[in-house]
Each structure stands twice: as C-alpha cells, then as structure tokens.
C-alpha cells in the first residue's frame, strides 16, 4: 500500500456524526484577573530572565506583507485530492444508495474554497444558487439550469432559502427533488447552522453527509506548518513573546517545548478545531520589534531577533465577547447571519420582527465590538468574534449547528 506523506494526513473525513472538535482546555483565561496578576508578580522575575526580549522593548502589530508571509494559506487542491479519495467509490458507483452528498462545515471552515477546488480538478459543473426573487417566488425554473449529465456541485445551501413562511418552499423542493434520484449524482455544500435548521425543514430524513475533522492541537500545528510559506517561502521563526517557547517550527531541544504545545491546545480548543478561526486568532497575536538600523556587523544572534514573528501570550489577548448589554435584536441579529452565512441589511431587516432602526443599531454595536462586519455588501459573523458569537447563542438557548 502506498504510504501516505505528511502533507495528505492533514486533511481526515468524516460524517457529521463522527465530527469531534477538541476537548476544552482549562487556561489562565478562566482564572479570575486578580489571581492571574498575582502569578505574574510572583514569577516576575523568572519570566524575565527566561524571556529572550528586553522587558523595555515595544513589540508591534505584524502587518503588510510580513503579516501575510506568516499566516497559513491552504493547499486546496491537496484537500480536494483528500476529499476525492473519500468520494471515489461513491462517485463511480452505477447505482448509488444515496444519490447526493451534503458536504457540511462550520463557517470559516474552508467549505467553499474546497468544494471549489475539488470541482475545478474533477470535472464537476457548478450550480449558482437560486437569486432572492426566485426563492421568494419558489421559481421552479431554477432547476432547469442544473446539468443534464455528470456530476455536480451547489456550494452554498444556505443561500437557496430564507427564513420566513414564503422562503422555505423552494429549499423543500429542491430536497424532494436532490434525493429522489432526478437530478442525477452531485454534491451539496452547507454551513453548519443552516444544516441544523433545515433538518427541521425536511424532517431530517436520511443522508450521506461529510465533514473534515476538527483539528486538536497537533494537527492544528501540523497544518499551519504546512500551509504559512506554502512550499515556497521558508517558514518563518516563531517565538512565544514571554518565555521564548518555539511555536513554530518545533524547538525540540528547548526545554520549555511544553509551553509550545500548550499553545496549540488553547488555539485548538478556541476555535473549536476550526482551521479558518484559529487562523484569525494567530493573526491577531503576532508581533515584531520595531524597524531600526541594521549595523553592519550584525551578529546572528541578533539577526535571528529581528527577523523572528514573537507571539504574544494567550492570556494578554483581548478576546472578544458579546457585550452584556447585547438585547434579543443583537442576538436575533447573530443567529440569522450564521443560518444564512450572511445578509444585506435590508434583507435582515426583512426576516426579523424587529424595527429596522432596532436592527441598525444593533449592527453597529455588534461591528464596535469586532463580532460582524460588512463585506461585498453582506454582513457577516466574523471569525475572529465566531467562538464568542456561537457561546453567546448557545447560552441564550439558540438552536446551533453540530460543530
């Protein structure tokens, strides 16, 4: 059997069923501000000695193209490969038991670039989803512009419905028509929160759905060693900003590796295993010295100090959260934008019972706090405000997606 190299064992597939983010991990960010201050006194002295940065020295924001070197860009089209090895019986079998497969992901979980990738490499036609008048119409002429042979790929089931009495019949039909056998063999992409609420839709009747696992700390690693240079650049060095633990590439011979894992276990257990919103935490945490002069006779040492990215502990990380002056609009607000993967505010403000004043200003203090932005028109949850967005509704008892 042919061994598989490092690169193909970063990506594993699996049904909804068997998804299992990382188990939570009990940090400092759970211990109370006054308790934290006091460790950190106590161990002033230690940290300080053991940190390879003078406690005087300004760290800054990395950004431009130093920033961009230093985040993780996946190879879609080794996922894609992954991804086609999971379907390949299913695709070349003549009568299949099921004729489609839901490809279901949380948001920011790369669903679209891979579904995209794999379409692209393997011949599959794309299908757009339906325009907002067709699903407020149930426009049946939507399904004539579906391919008549071979396979195919809808990317965005969250966009072929909209939650209110008259947009649902479209998404009913294309259901009753997808799994009756009609529409030949093709698979459909969904985000997680639309998933759950549709199942209510179509009572959730048997399906083959796939999901890429959620990553615990060591694949998390493993993936962004592999993904930030992308086989081209050499990977930077990357530095815990206290203690001068080895992020990335390993330190295997520091004595404080421990505090590396450690990392990559609070980043896993965040973001839920969620690649695309682990990647938007360690945007947020990676600094640089400031720029200076180079003296001629650098030595090594101090060269490898200026070009290495320090990352900032985990527990100094302002971390978002939703506000507790957040109201039912600011919560009505969230959970529509994560069942739709996005609305124009007009459309928001059309799907909820809300004023449209109420929901305004409800965008707005969401967007201060860094939980949605706008984007291509659209209002969006952002990744790096997703983990405290999906706490908040599931603490306020919202029916949330599987992951």
Sequence with gaps: MEERSAEQCLWEFVSVDQYRPPSEFMDVDRVKKGVRAFLREFFKRSTTESSPLDPEEDLFALSGDRLERAVPKVDWLLAAARLDERLRPWLDATQPAKPVVFYVAPPYGGRRELLAAWAQEYDASVVREPTEDQILSADSRWFRSWPKRGHWMLP????????????????????????????????????????????????????????????????????????????VDSVPTFRQADNGAYILPDGDDDPKHRNADIFWRRLAARSRGNAGVAAAYWRRLLRTLPDGEVEDKESDAQRLRRETVWVTPWEELDHPLVPGEAGETAHFVLHALLLHGGLRAERLAAALPSERAAITEALLFLAEAELVAEEDGEWRVTA????????????NDYLCDPF
Aim: glycine letters at 12%; hydrophobic letters at 45%; a neutral charge.
């Design 384 to 395: 790096f405000g997703y983990p405290a967005v999906r706490d908040s509704l599931l603490a």
């Design 156 to 231: 965005r089931l969250e966009k072929c419905f909209l939650r209110q009495a008259e947009g649902l019949d479209l998404v009913r039909e294309l259901f009753a028509q997808v799994l009756s056998g009609s529409m030949g063999q093709g698979v459909i992409g969904c985000d997680g929160w639309a998933w759950q609420f549709l199942q209510h839709v179509w009572l959730g009747r048997p399906s083959f759905t796939i999901s890429a696992q959620a990553r615990d700390g060591e694949r998390m690693k493993e993936l962004f060693s592999a993904s930030i240079g992308n086989g």
